[in-house]
């Protein structure tokens, strides 16, 4: 059983930046591909962006791509999300999930973090 607990969220202005983290516990960290999904109010979860259990390939909705960047640290079973360039259509609550097997961009995660509120004003 895999436990994921998020970090970082808070209030920025628009075109600010933040650093979600993303501890992960209970299983070898290298085994899973990880994910970042959110989920603005009113709406369904929705995919942000992912990364391979090697940390070598990466995929990202185009909405965030060429402002936000998911790495890893296996050594220290963490997943980041660095979120450049704010805008207030990125408010959500932001969650971080684990895959066996190869990532995807789909909801087919078999552990989810419980999240973190990100809001950007404008």
């Known amino acids: 059983q895999v436990q994921l607990v998020e970090s970082g969220g808070g209030l920025v202005q628009a075109g600010g930046s933040l650093r979600l983290s993303c501890a992960a516990s209970?299983?070898?960290?290298?085994?899973?591909?990880m994910g970042w999904f959110r989920q603005p109010p009113g709406t369904e979860r929705e995919f942000v962006a992912a990364?391979?259990?090697?940390?070598?390939?990466?995929s990202y909705a185009d909405s965030v791509k060429g402002r936000f960047t998911i790495s890893r640290d296996n050594a220290k079973n963490t997943v980041y999300l660095q979120m450049n360039s704010l805008k207030p259509e990125d408010t959500a609550v932001y969650f971080c999930?684990?895959?066996?097997?190869?990532?995807?961009?789909?909801?087919?995660?078999?552990?989810w973090g419980q999240g973190t509120q990100v809001t950007v004003s404008s």
């Open positions: 999930a684990a895959r066996r097997g190869v990532v995807t961009r789909q909801n087919d995660y078999d552990y």
């Open positions: 209970g299983g070898p960290f290298s085994n899973y591909a």
């Open positions: 990364i391979t259990r090697s940390g070598a390939g990466t």
